[in-house]
């Protein structure tokens, strides 16, 4: 992959997926010591940044593979974006969703058009369900990280990141990125690696899912013992991906980890000073730029998402204290 | 006033005031019938877009009397705006603030550096303390709408709505903006009447809080009887300004009014389906949009503000029954 892949995913992307904006907060600021930056991707279309990646994979699709359908498995983020994705393009999409996935995110998947097929995570085997009906009915899978297409979609948020930096006075920052399989890391990475060298990018990850964090370390892929136990729905992967690995490992690291406590207080600070939306696993980047950075180096935040349920939300308040 | 008033604000803005997006929300829009489109200025700086008026104006004064100081008297946000805007430009600020104002716009407008004086809204005058610091001191008077500058400075928010509508497709709409004593109104139905004529702004108002409507209807300057009462406390304001009722009668109306209960769905719905913050005084035009329009016509609604304690917001949802 090159960054004409994300070039090319960034002319498929222009008039569907939104400019969003990257914020900084002056008291914030002030009380830090150093620059945080916002990169608000809560307000792309469907909540979550997943949208790009989604619909960067679909329209690269031949007109005849896209038109028998596709197919996604996913806790919710992806699944949105897939669904809305397929539907403005005109094809159809089948989300296969663990029971347990938030309400709203289930919800919006099925009031974006999508069949959302849901399967019991301790029981149900994921991949013969979803394998079953991609052959049954010709429907094409659109992987949640291990694509090129979509870790191209992803990647346009660095271009936009590398642009929106100059005006700022951005030129040397640390670059946090909340991490699941790796797409958006290694997308923002790839991008970044060409248009502003001096920023580092970072991952971050809950504590008991830090398999980027143990990857990039050992220099192999590793794996997480737990597959729930986090607030972070978002992004509870098992593993980095095939594709995504190989990227991080030259351009990212060391990988940060926080605890469902520190996102929920960043949860509290994005709403009080951001006056943005945030779900956990959206959180996390933020987190470690409030409560894990050191020195004075303006960092930007990748704020992956806002697709929280209000119990979950108010609660982030009031065990964290911190409002 | 002319537009041009509102292109030398524009210049004087630029590189220190945001664009904000306007977002809409395709489940949301579903559901409705209609795109509704939130401007929003939740996410300028300050958290409300009085931050444009104030810069904006302070900008506008002679280097002699901006180096001597301002003062300005606000419920909050036009006193952050004042405060970060004043120490921005290497000046001071006296902000006198009532005092029961939001704890967290009192704290705020402290952290910008600005010197609060606080008032009891039932005994003090307001005024009179005003005029004393601002005689002993040389301090300039910051109105928070009636004044040209002011004005101006809002009225960048309609230059930009109406760049922003071209690429959406929106060529009618009804632009609904929260409304106190029609400052941001004014400023952006001037700027509209120039850009995108075929708009139609309309002023929203919180219940037993409808001057600016019962104005427009009588076509005389109408007061309310009470000055408090409703939790949109940033749009409480007695009566339209002498500069901006003439700019709201000629190009405004008819004035719509939501209840408090429609402001606080409308708080729910944004952090559903937006992924922000509102403060009840600027969800107020997005629960005009969302509970009081006909006919299936695109609608902008301007989010005007964000600053809003947590018991304040989450009483929104939790007594709305909305999320």
Redo the contacts between chains.
């Keep these: 992959m090159t960054i004409d892949d994300i070039l090319a995913a960034r002319a498929r992307l222009e008039?569907h997926a939104?400019?969003?904006?990257l914020?900084n907060a002056?008291?914030l600021d002030?009380e830090l010591g150093r620059r945080v930056f916002l990169k608000?991707e809560?307000?792309q279309?469907t909540?979550s940044f997943k949208y790009r990646g989604a619909r960067s994979a679909i329209s690269a699709l031949d007109d005849a593979t896209r038109n028998r359908g596709v197919i996604a498995f996913s806790s919710g983020n992806h699944a949105q974006g897939v669904a809305?994705a397929a539907k403005e393009m005109g094809t159809s999409a089948v989300i296969v969703m663990p029971s347990d996935a938030p309400d709203?995110k289930i919800e919006?998947t099925k009031?974006?058009g999508a069949e959302v097929v849901l399967y019991d995570r301790a029981t149900d085997d994921r991949d013969a369900i979803g394998a079953s009906l991609a052959e049954a009915r010709g429907l094409t899978l659109i992987k949640p990280f291990d694509n090129e297409t979509v870790i191209a979609g992803q990647g346009t948020i660095g271009l936009e990141i590398a642009d929106q930096a100059k005006?700022l006075g951005l030129e040397k920052a640390s670059v946090l990125v909340c991490c699941g399989g790796g797409g958006l890391t290694s997308g923002i990475a790839l991008a970044l690696a060409d248009r502003a060298p001096d920023f580092r990018v970072q991952t971050v990850e809950p504590q008991g899912f830090d398999d980027v964090a143990r990857s990039l370390e050992t220099g192999q892929i590793q794996r997480n013992d737990a597959q729930t136990g986090s607030i972070c729905d978002a992004i509870l992967t098992p593993a980095p991906g095939d594709l995504t690995f190989p990227i991080m490992k030259a351009h990212c690291g060391p990988g940060l980890v926080v605890s469902d406590a520190d996102a929920q207080r960043a949860m509290?600070i994005a709403?009080?000073h951001?006056?943005?939306?945030l779900e956990p696993g959206g959180a996390v980047a933020l987190a470690a730029a409030l409560f894990h950075a050191t020195g004075t180096q303006d960092i930007i935040a990748i704020a992956s998402g806002?697709n929280v349920?209000?119990p979950v939300?108010?609660d982030a308040?009031e065990s964290s204290g911190t409002?």
């Design positions: 008039g939104r400019l969003t904006p914020l002056p008291l002030a608000a809560c307000l279309k909540g809305l709203a919006n009031a974006y005006p509290a709403f009080a951001f006056k943005v939306v806002g349920d209000w939300f108010r308040f409002v």
